[in-house]
Nanobody, 127 residues
């Protein structure tokens, strides 16, 4: 069982930045890779970013085209926390952002592959 708790959402003006945190806990939480998804009102949930352990101390990151070069995903193992740094935000980034845990060898782009989800945090970007 893995628990995930997001924080860091809020209201920001266009062009601003926010850093979301995803605190993980649970006996086997370190065995899971972490992804971020978002869902805007009336829209489908969409992939944002994921961090996948590639062996040793190597982690690979994946990003949706819409956030590439603006968002950065990172992980602090000592704090059991995954971060999503979001820069140059625009109103189209407004959504509920959720982190989720996925076992190794599965597609991080597919939300149906994830095993555990956090409750989500609201991000609102004003024009």
């Amino acid at each position: 069982q893995v628990q995930l708790v997001e924080s860091g959402g809020g209201l920001v003006q266009a062009g601003g930045s926010l850093r979301l945190s995803c605190a993980t806990s649970g006996r086997d939480s370190y065995n899971y890779n972490i992804g971020w998804f978002r869902q805007a009102p009336g829209k489908e949930r969409e992939f944002v970013a994921a961090l996948t352990w590639s062996g040793g101390s190597v982690f690979l990151s994946d990003y949706a085209d819409s956030v590439k070069d603006r968002f950065t995903i990172s992980r602090d193992h000592a704090k059991n926390t995954v971060y999503l740094q979001m820069n140059s935000l625009n109103p189209e980034d407004t959504a509920v952002y959720s982190c989720a845990a996925i076992g190794s060898g599965r597609s991080v782009w597919n939300s149906n592959e994830y095993d555990y989800w956090g409750q989500g945090t609201q991000v609102t970007v004003s024009p």
